[in-house]
Protein backbone atom coordinates (compact mmCIF):
# COMPACT_ATOMS: atom_id res chain seq x y z
CA UNK A 1 0.00 0.00 0.00
CA UNK A 2 1.36 3.34 -0.53
CA UNK A 3 2.65 5.76 1.87
CA UNK A 4 2.38 9.61 2.09
CA UNK A 5 5.32 11.86 3.95
CA UNK A 6 4.69 15.22 4.54
CA UNK A 7 7.44 18.13 4.40
CA UNK A 8 8.03 21.37 4.44
CA UNK A 9 6.00 22.88 7.54
CA UNK A 10 7.67 24.93 9.76
CA UNK A 11 7.69 28.30 12.33
CA UNK A 12 6.23 31.79 10.45
CA UNK A 13 4.97 34.74 11.42
CA UNK A 14 1.47 35.82 10.63
CA UNK A 15 1.43 37.15 7.04
CA UNK A 16 3.73 34.83 6.14
CA UNK A 17 3.78 31.91 3.48
CA UNK A 18 5.14 28.34 3.75
CA UNK A 19 5.14 25.47 0.96
CA UNK A 20 4.20 22.12 1.98
CA UNK A 21 4.98 19.12 -0.16
CA UNK A 22 3.71 15.34 -0.53
CA UNK A 23 6.18 12.04 -0.56
CA UNK A 24 4.50 9.38 -2.21
CA UNK A 25 6.13 5.36 -1.71
CA UNK A 26 4.17 4.72 -4.76
CA UNK A 27 3.60 6.12 -8.34
CA UNK A 28 0.13 8.03 -8.22
CA UNK A 29 -0.90 8.97 -12.07
CA UNK A 30 -4.49 10.62 -10.87
CA UNK A 31 -5.08 14.11 -8.39
CA UNK A 32 -8.63 13.15 -8.48
CA UNK A 33 -9.15 13.47 -4.95
CA UNK A 34 -6.18 13.76 -3.69
CA UNK A 35 -5.63 17.02 -1.08
CA UNK A 36 -4.79 18.63 2.33
CA UNK A 37 -6.39 18.03 5.28
CA UNK A 38 -5.56 19.63 8.71
CA UNK A 39 -5.79 18.56 12.42
CA UNK A 40 -5.52 21.57 14.97
CA UNK A 41 -5.23 20.83 18.82
CA UNK A 42 -8.67 19.62 20.18
CA UNK A 43 -9.94 20.03 16.85
CA UNK A 44 -11.10 17.25 14.23
CA UNK A 45 -9.51 16.77 11.15
CA UNK A 46 -10.75 19.21 8.73
CA UNK A 47 -10.36 19.56 4.94
CA UNK A 48 -8.39 22.18 3.60
CA UNK A 49 -8.24 21.94 -0.38
CA UNK A 50 -8.52 18.75 -2.86
CA UNK A 51 -8.81 17.90 -6.54
CA UNK A 52 -12.52 16.96 -7.82
CA UNK A 53 -12.30 15.10 -10.86
CA UNK A 54 -10.66 16.96 -14.41
CA UNK A 55 -8.79 18.83 -11.89
CA UNK A 56 -11.29 21.17 -10.67
CA UNK A 57 -10.25 22.35 -7.10
CA UNK A 58 -11.88 22.96 -3.87
CA UNK A 59 -10.54 25.06 -1.04
CA UNK A 60 -12.68 25.50 2.46
CA UNK A 61 -13.79 29.11 2.78
CA UNK A 62 -11.44 29.93 5.64
CA UNK A 63 -8.47 29.27 3.14
CA UNK A 64 -9.64 30.70 -0.16
CA UNK A 65 -7.77 33.18 -1.89
CA UNK A 66 -4.58 32.63 0.63
CA UNK A 67 -3.77 29.10 -0.21
CA UNK A 68 -3.14 27.12 -3.78
CA UNK A 69 -3.45 23.18 -4.18
CA UNK A 70 -1.00 22.06 -7.06
CA UNK A 71 0.01 18.38 -8.59
CA UNK A 72 3.38 17.67 -8.75
CA UNK A 73 5.10 14.83 -10.38
CA UNK A 74 4.08 11.07 -9.68
CA UNK A 75 6.47 10.70 -6.74
CA UNK A 76 5.55 13.90 -5.35
CA UNK A 77 1.85 14.39 -6.46
CA UNK A 78 0.48 17.28 -4.34
CA UNK A 79 1.74 20.45 -3.15
CA UNK A 80 -0.08 23.28 -0.77
CA UNK A 81 1.25 26.84 -1.03
CA UNK A 82 -0.12 28.96 1.85
CA UNK A 83 0.62 32.58 2.28
CA UNK A 84 -1.21 35.66 4.50
CA UNK A 85 -0.99 32.85 6.69
CA UNK A 86 -2.60 33.54 10.25
CA UNK A 87 -2.44 31.92 13.98
CA UNK A 88 -5.50 30.08 13.09
CA UNK A 89 -3.87 28.09 10.13
CA UNK A 90 -1.81 26.40 12.85
CA UNK A 91 -2.09 22.46 12.64
CA UNK A 92 -0.50 19.36 11.53
CA UNK A 93 -1.20 19.22 7.95
CA UNK A 94 -1.77 16.07 6.30
CA UNK A 95 -1.57 14.68 2.47
CA UNK A 96 -4.89 12.61 1.26
CA UNK A 97 -4.16 10.42 -1.69
CA UNK A 98 -6.96 7.88 -2.24
CA UNK A 99 -5.80 4.50 -1.13
CA UNK A 100 -2.71 5.54 0.22
CA UNK A 101 -2.33 5.43 4.27
CA UNK A 102 -2.35 8.59 6.42
CA UNK A 103 1.13 10.05 7.43
CA UNK A 104 2.60 11.72 9.93
CA UNK A 105 1.69 15.11 9.07
CA UNK A 106 3.74 18.02 9.21
CA UNK A 107 3.21 20.89 11.79
CA UNK A 108 2.87 24.33 10.48
CA UNK A 109 2.87 26.71 13.30
CA UNK A 110 2.24 30.56 12.88
CA UNK A 111 2.92 33.16 15.73
CA UNK A 112 4.96 35.90 16.49
Known amino acids: QVQVVESGGGLVQPGGSLRISCAAS????????MGWYRQAPGKQRELVAR???????YYADSVKGRFTISSGSAKNPVFLQMNSLKPEDTAVYYCYVPGALWGQGTQVTVSS
Open 51 to 57: FGSGGNT
Open 26 to 33: GSIFSIDG
